[in-house]
């Protein structure tokens, strides 16, 4: 009994650490368009834990001239909007980097203002030619932050390579969902007290 009740314990600590795994979230609305160059937007996490997932919603139109303003839902320019300058990427507060967007990444020409969720979830990588709306794949895996530390000032990088077709950026939202380490270690010990307490049962 003393065994199973050690087992229940962890097994309750288990769902304790599932429930502080709830997202982290961090929002950036600093409207900015690039043209031939580039830019950052930082997204503070208030938060410390390991992380286990992370998510971005970045909303941005790619035009050509002119850039559209940040009331702007379409573009203005109806000439070729060049999707391939268009290029995202996401550091972690120690400087780990995934990009989302490459240059090259998107190869068609029809502008618009679109909103994608970054998510390892996603069915589709995103690219191809056409820019739309949805939940992708970044080209990079968001994975590559598992494990590393959530708190702290996340940047969010974007640029439009060549000029005459601009990038406009909106806002960005980001989501990390981290396990606190005292719920870890916390987790570990009660196990290992159930398995020590299975041990010295099968013994007696």
Request: aromatic share 8%; charged share 15%; net charge neutral.
């Amino acid at each position: 009994m003393r065994a199973i009740r050690f087992l229940a314990a962890a097994a309750a600590l288990v769902g304790a650490v599932a429930a502080q795994a709830a997202p982290l979230v961090a929002t950036n609305n600093t409207f900015g368009a690039f043209d031939a160059n580039s830019g950052t937007r930082n997204l503070v996490i208030n938060g410390q834990g390991t992380v286990t997932d992370v998510n971005i919603r970045i909303d941005f139109a790619k035009c050509d001239d002119p850039a559209i303003g940040p009331s702007d839902l379409t573009c203005i320019g109806t000439g070729n909007a060049f999707l391939s300058e268009t290029f995202f990427y996401l550091l972690s507060p120690n400087g780990t980097r995934v990009d989302l967007i490459n240059t090259g990444t998107f190869s068609g020409s029809q502008g618009g203002r679109v909103q994608i969720d970054f998510d390892d979830a996603a069915a589709s990588v995103v690219g191809g030619s056409v820019m739309s709306s949805g939940s992708f794949r970044g080209v990079q895996s968001l994975a590559a932050f598992n494990g590393l530390n959530a708190g702290g000032t996340w940047v969010l990088g974007m640029g439009d390579s060549v000029g005459r077709d601009p990038l406009s950026f909106f806002s960005a939202t980001l989501s990390v969902s981290a396990v606190s380490e005292p719920a870890s270690l916390g987790l570990v010990g009660l196990s290992l007290l159930g398995l020590g307490a299975v041990a010295r049962r099968r013994k007696a």
